[in-house]
């Protein structure tokens, strides 16, 4: 095990061309004002209030609705994504959109000697997840997923779970996951999926609420042509599961 604290170790992850990060709140923050896009979604997410609910009502209730009655509960989900990710103890680990770390905490009891990193844009939900995080393997940084703040090919695996719907450009941010993967890592997603007959109508939601809808080759096929191998899809009702390896 390292000497080093869990946020030293990410600071030798980080693109060197960066400014230094600040770390007042015990995450480090390469945001300070900036804002990234800021839809109804978004703005909710960076409410103070959710943080709070967020991982024992929140989630379960709305996630869990767009699961459906077959779809994996959220130990059923986290299980399946570390069976995706196929996580070794001395394996460093990203989580793309932490909210206050639920998964990113859950993630942490496959590793030791790695190291597992959660970043988020929303500073609520940050402060919420290094108050609830006990484990010297996981750090957080403030930055946005679409502009991913680490040196290429830092992590053995990657996931974004429950957020790439908010994301402005997803498939930028699926390109930034790829980048910062090292050849052989693995990926996994849960993100929506369309409303089967509702057509034009999951667009006109996904516009008023910042929610996007994805089709149900879109995000494999994103990652088929940004070099995963293996590519997998589940789907759960309004829900898909996407995983891979880089090849
Ligand atoms: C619904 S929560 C998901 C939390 C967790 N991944 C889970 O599965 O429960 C969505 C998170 O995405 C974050 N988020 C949205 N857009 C972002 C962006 N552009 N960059 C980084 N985080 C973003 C929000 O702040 C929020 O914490």
């Known amino acids: 095990m390292s000497d080093l604290t869990a946020l030293d170790r990410i600071r030798e992850l980080l693109d060197p061309a960066l400014p230094e990060p600040s770390t007042g709140h015990g995450y480090l923050d390469l945001l300070g004002e900036e804002r990234v896009d800021a839809s109804p979604a978004q703005r909710l997410m960076r409410s103070g209030f959710l943080p709070r609910i967020y991982e024992r009502v ?16 959220t130990r059923q989900e986290v299980a399946l994504v570390r069976g995706m990710l196929a996580l070794g103890p001395a394996d460093q680990v990203l989580d793309v959109a932490c909210g206050p770390g639920n998964v990113t905490r859950a993630l ?68 930034e996951m790829a980048r910062v993967l090292r050849p052989g890592g693995r990926i996994a997603v849960m993100t929506t999926r369309r409303l089967p007959l509702a057509g034009p109508l999951n667009d006109v939601a996904g516009a008023l609420s910042g929610v996007r809808m994805f089709g149900d080759h879109e995000v494999t096929d994103a990652l088929a042509r940004l070099g995963f191998s293996g590519v997998r899809h589940r789907v759960y009702g309004l829900t898909q599961f996407v995983s891979g390896r880089l090849t």
């Open 58 to 73: 929140w989630r379960p209730a709305l996630i869990g609705a767009m699961k459906g009655p077959l779809g994996p509960d």
């Open 108 to 175: 942490a009891r496959d590793i030791d000697g790695g190291l597992v990193v959660g970043i988020d844009a929303s500073a609520p939900m940050l402060a919420r997840a290094v108050r609830d995080t006990r484990s010297g393997s996981v750090g957080y940084v403030r930055a946005d997923a679409v502009d991913l703040p680490f040196r290429p090919a830092s992590f053995d695996a990657v996931c974004c779970l429950a957020a790439l719907y908010l994301f402005a450009r997803p498939f930028d941010a699926l390109a």
